[in-house]
């Protein structure tokens, strides 16, 4: 067996490891603005919760030819577990840090197809969430 990571240098899990690295930082930000400590216990329904949420979502987005780029599924995981906590009762007492985690960092976009495609991606994920 060797020691190099072969899978490391396949793209598409290069790709994977920048959305859960996207997806960690989205919930730590989250996490902090709402006051709640990565100890807490309820953070594991949470996360089975909005993980479900969120691979139907990046599923229903794949099929509607939305490629979401790993900002923006970092921010995906964000909204579903922002929506998982609202309905345990639990906010951001802080709205802005999760607006900020929306924003793109990666090419920039026509306003057209970033407001297309966001606007589909909220409808698709408020739709997913409301049917789980």
């Not at 309820?42 to 479900?52: D, G, I, Q, T, Y």
């Not at 906590?85 to 607006?99: H, K, L, N, T, Y």
Request: glycine share 6%; net charge positive; aromatic share 6%.
């Amino acid at each position: 067996m060797t020691g190099s990571d072969e899978w490391g240098k396949d793209p598409a899990v290069q790709m994977m490891r920048k959305v859960f690295r996207q997806m960690e930082l989205a919930q730590g930000e989250l996490l902090k603005a709402a006051g709640i400590s990565i100890w807490d216990p309820r953070l594991r329904r949470w996360r089975e919760v909005s993980l479900a949420a969120f691979e139907r979502a990046w599923a229903n987005a794949a099929r509607r030819g939305i490629d979401l780029r790993e900002d923006q599924a970092g921010a995906l995981y964000a909204h579903c577990l922002s929506r998982t906590m609202m309905r345990e009762g639990i906010g951001a007492s802080d709205r802005s840090s999760v607006r900020k985690l929306r924003r793109p960092r990666a090419p920039v976009y026509s306003h057209k197809e970033v407001h297309k495609s966001n606007r589909i991606l909220i409808f698709q994920v408020s739709r997913v969430i409301q049917g789980s």
